[in-house]
């Protein structure tokens, strides 16, 4: 962070998932408001005099969890050997207690918590402190502050939690740097945590009443990685929307079922918002609902394809069928409508359901996403540590009035909003991936080539994999979907006899973001394969069209009558209609935000004109899709 990094003040009260975001990837630093900060001391002073008083408090003068009826003495209990205690301590035994829980609970393993994560929970850890409810001391939560401020990030696995009380062990292995223990990345270096603080120029924080529990004792780890999951889900939802509409433009599909007052007959905010969305980046297509008779098919070029030189170096051929008016009775109304020409579309009114019903599939998912967002909002700003404490109650009669024992610190509310968000998912990378397949297969692409390649000489395979791949990741999403919120297993002795799981399922969405962000890729790597096909198909057929040689375009239809045929007469007629219209129009192309994307992804991935090694092509689609290239296209 440089001198000139922005500043987020935290209130306790006003946290929101963007400045929470900003803090993570380390664009902002961190301050605290004045004003609050004198809280957190007041209700810290008010502990002290409590505990001085000789009160029993939670956590402060007993144990935790299973040792709650074990009151501290006044002493340790090895004091009264003989000669006195071979074991000599600078700590009280309160001081103990809060240290003790720090470093005995800090035992997670597994793969770290990336930086950006460790970041985010320093930040809202400090911010719910910052409430004032938690009994932490002014000076320890500017220590935090410094921690945070200064760059120092605690090494943290990322498995150990089970969501209640809180992220007791992953939070332990963050408060323990501030001890000068554990292990922290300072500079980029791995080191001990003493020896981080030391470079930092930090000192160790020596516990005082309640603090171990203030600072382990919370839904940090699953709030943190749930915000940073579900950033990133919502550029994916920009994206996935992309890379359908670019689809859609490939199809040459029907864009009815987009319309304003067709959700308005079923208003859920997400289908509203993605059908509107769709709208605007297909807004200037003209692929989008052109007349079925104008579409031709792929046919396999050969060398008597073209006649003009320039043509033949084009990769493919094209061709319409041409319907007899023997074959159009009882379809006179439609012929009254459309040429007699069977080209790429199908004579359908709706299109396929992984291209008509994306609203409906993509707003679920934003439906998911917004749900979870509430939850987050709620959470930044919560106090989620145990007990809390009311410094100001004016009721209070005893202290248990003061020092309440409650549950803030279950996940569920997280966890179950994770897991709406984690079915989410594959649903999301499913359509994506059926619309890929649609691409590729001959029997449902709509007149576009086999894998979309030429293939003249039999030997390319084009993107048959690429679909692949799509399949083996959607598989494994769903695999993962299962929701973890539903599997409690207690702990503590059975003291926290209902655990809610909740960091795992906010740990498994971060991680299945991934996997969806490289379905996305796929999609839009196929998609612009086979958005250049149809673009340039079409617009062969219209400079054929613009030539003026009605027989040129006659050339590229089968099951015409012949020269002697008494029906000839006629399809000479309907051949030159179809020259007119062809020739009438204005260049093909996408709409204009797909056009962006298109010039995006051929900026850096040329045309597939035969087979190449692909690997390098995909790398650098899901490279773009990760650093938000297409989220970004309007």
């Not at 597994?110 to 932490?136: C, K």
């Not at 332990?172 to 223990?181: M, Q, R």
């Not at 740990?507 to 991934?514: D, I, K, P, Q």
């Amino acid at each position: 962070m440089s001198a000139h990094t922005p500043v987020v003040m935290l209130d306790g009260a006003s946290l929101t998932r963007e400045q929470v975001a900003r803090i993570a990837h380390g664009e902002a630093k961190v301050a605290l408001e004045p004003g609050q900060l004198k809280r957190v001391q007041r209700t810290a002073d008010f502990l002290a005099d409590q505990v001085k008083r000789g009160e029993p408090i939670y956590g402060v003068t007993t144990g935790f969890g299973s040792n709650a009826d074990k009151l501290l003495g006044a002493h340790r209990a090895r004091d009264e050997l003989p000669g006195g205690n071979p074991e000599t301590s600078e700590r009280t035994l309160m001081e103990e207690l809060q240290h003790n829980l720090v470093i005995t609970h800090a035992v997670c393993v597994g793969e770290l918590l990336s930086a950006d994560v460790v970041r985010a929970m320093l930040a809202i850890r400090i911010n719910t402190l910052m409430r004032g409810h938690s009994g932490i001391r002014a000076s320890t939560l500017e220590a935090l502050t410094e921690l945070l401020n200064r760059d120092v990030i605690p090494v943290i696995p990322a498995k150990g939690s089970v969501g209640a009380s809180g992220d007791l062990a992953p939070l332990s292995h963050l408060a323990i740097v501030l001890l000068g223990e554990g292990e922290a990345f300072y500079e980029g270096e791995r080191l001990p945590g003493a020896e981080a603080l030391r470079r930092a120029g930090l000192q160790p924080v020596r516990l005082s009443f309640k603090e171990g529990l203030a600072l382990n004792n919370g839904t940090t780890q699953m709030l943190a990685t749930a915000v940073l999951a579900l950033e990133r889900l919502e550029m994916l939802l920009a994206t996935a929307d992309l890379a359908a509409a670019m689809t859609i433009d490939a199809f040459a599909g029907r864009l009815s079922a987009f319309k304003a007052e067709v959700h308005d007959l079923r208003p859920h905010p997400g289908q509203v918002a993605t059908a509107a969305n769709l709208r605007r980046l297909l807004a200037g297509s003209t692929l989008a609902d052109i007349p079925y008779h104008l579409v031709p098919r792929f046919r396999t070029w050969t060398a008597e394809s073209w006649s003009d030189a320039e043509d033949r170096k084009r990769r493919f051929d094209i061709a319409w069928e041409y319907v007899p008016p023997n074959q159009r009775h009882g379809k006179e109304a439609f012929y009254s409508r459309f040429l007699p020409f069977k080209g790429g579309k199908k004579h359908q009114p709706q299109d396929a359901y992984c291209l008509r019903c994306i609203p409906q599939v993509h707003g679920a998912v934003r439906d998911a996403l917004m749900q979870a967002q509430r939850v987050i909002d709620v959470e930044l700003n919560a106090v989620t540590d145990n007990p809390l404490i009311f410094p100001d109650a004016t009721d209070a009669r005893v202290i248990e009035d003061q020092v309440i024992s409650a549950g803030h610190f279950h996940g569920m509310p997280l966890a179950l909003a994770m897991s709406y968000v984690k079915a989410a998912i594959p649903v999301l990378a499913s359509i994506s991936e059926r619309r890929l397949n649609k691409l590729v297969d001959p029997a449902t692409n709509d007149g576009l080539p086999a894998f979309l390649v030429g293939n003249e000489d039999g030997t390319d395979s084009g993107f048959m994999i690429v679909q692949y791949t799509a399949a083996a990741l959607v598989n494994d999403l769903a695999t993962r979907a299962h929701p973890a919120s539903v599997y409690s297993i207690p702990t503590s002795a059975n003291a926290e006899d209902h655990v809610s799981m909740g960091a795992n399922e906010a740990r498994h969405v971060l991680g299945m973001t991934e996997d969806l962000a490289h379905v996305l890729a796929l999609e839009l790597y196929t998609a612009a394969q086979a958005l250049e096909y149809r673009q340039d198909m079409l617009n062969a057929a219209r400079a054929l069209a613009k030539g003026g040689d009605a027989r040129a375009l006659a050339g590229k239809v089968t099951n015409a009558p012949a020269a002697d045929h008494p029906k000839h007469a006629r399809f000479t007629q309907e051949i030159g209609a179809l020259r007119q219209v062809l020739a009438q129009r204005e260049d093909f192309h996408a709409g204009k935000a797909v056009r962006k994307a298109f010039a995006l992804i051929r900026k850096e991935i040329a045309f597939f004109e035969r087979d190449r090694a692909m690997d390098g092509d995909v790398r650098r689609l899901c490279e773009l899709v990760a650093a938000e290239a297409f989220a970004a296209v309007t």
